[in-house]
């Protein structure tokens, strides 16, 4: 069965740069797209970023652009999320998320918080 695996949350200083992960099994990781959502304390859940199965196509929220990066490592089966210059309006849960066929699959979540 399908699972997703994340890790590398915590409490980050603003400006920090913490890495998430998120570590796939059951399917053929390489074939499919992943990306990361996040959601806020009140807020909907929202993509951050997406990665194309090669990792050769990349997408991210006008929010993040050009502080966080997407990549993928098909030789792990596991996608990375780079944030680079926490601010505090990037508080919340992260989950990775994997489409496959017609089905979506999620992760548990890691909660970053973004505090001093």
């Known amino acids: 069965q399908v699972q997703l695996v994340e890790s590398g949350g915590g409490l980050v200083q603003p400006g920090g740069s913490p890495r998430l992960s998120c570590a796939a099994s059951?399917?053929?990781?390489?074939?499919?797209?992943m990306s990361w959502y996040r959601q806020a304390p009140g807020k909907e859940r929202e993509l951050v970023a997406s990665?194309?199965?090669?990792?050769?196509?990349?997408n991210y929220a006008d929010s993040v652009k050009g502080r966080f990066t997407i990549s993928r490592d098909n030789a792990r089966n596991t996608v990375y999320l780079q944030m680079n210059s926490l601010k505090s309006e990037d508080t919340a849960v992260y989950y990775c998320?994997?489409?496959?066929?017609?089905?979506?699959?999620w992760g548990q979540g890691t909660q970053v918080t973004v505090s001093s």
């Open positions: 059951g399917f053929t990781f390489s074939r499919y797209a």
């Open positions: 998320k994997a489409r496959v066929w017609t089905s979506d699959y």
């Open positions: 990665i194309t199965g090669a990792g050769s196509s990349t």
